[in-house]
């Protein structure tokens, strides 16, 4: 239950982080409004507290992290920006979420 409930918490981490960059690329790249910036501050702060709720120490959860960020951005890639993404695409996130469950569930000596 504590590896689904790691990665829930990544995959909720990684949408909030991805918000939050997206909202300026779009104020910066698309000519929308600069208020996007609100929600995209708002984004950010919530993205930083949600990595503060892991008990693990804070390198091995910003470290594991990026794995799980790969593979959300992928899926944002086709489910937002429409780009189907290629096999190198999917299995590069998925060596990215297996570093992640190394990095995060092998056996420690604590």
């Known amino acids: 239950m504590f590896e689904i409930k790691t990665i829930a918490l990544f995959f909720v981490t990684a949408i909030a982080e991805i918000v939050g960059c997206y ?3 779009l104020w910066l790249k698309q000519d929308k ?7 995209a501050a708002v984004s950010l702060a919530i993205f930083a507290w949600l990595l503060s709720l892991h ?3 804070a390198g091995r959860v910003y ?3 990026g794995g799980v960020y790969i593979f959300v ?3 944002w890639l ?3 920006d429409g780009v189907t993404p290629t096999a190198w695409d999917i ?4 060596v990215a979420v297996i570093g992640m469950a190394i990095i995060m569930f092998s056996p420690r000596n604590s």
């Not at 409004?33 to 609100?38: A, E, P, V």
């Not at 299995?91 to 998925?94: F, I, R, T």
């Open 33 to 39: 409004s600069i208020w996007l910036l609100i929600p």
């Open 23 to 25: 909202l300026p690329y």
């Open 55 to 57: 008990p693990a120490a």
């Open 78 to 80: 086709w489910i937002v």
């Open 91 to 94: 299995v590069g996130s998925l």
């Open 73 to 75: 951005a992928i899926l």
């Open 63 to 65: 470290a594991a992290y």
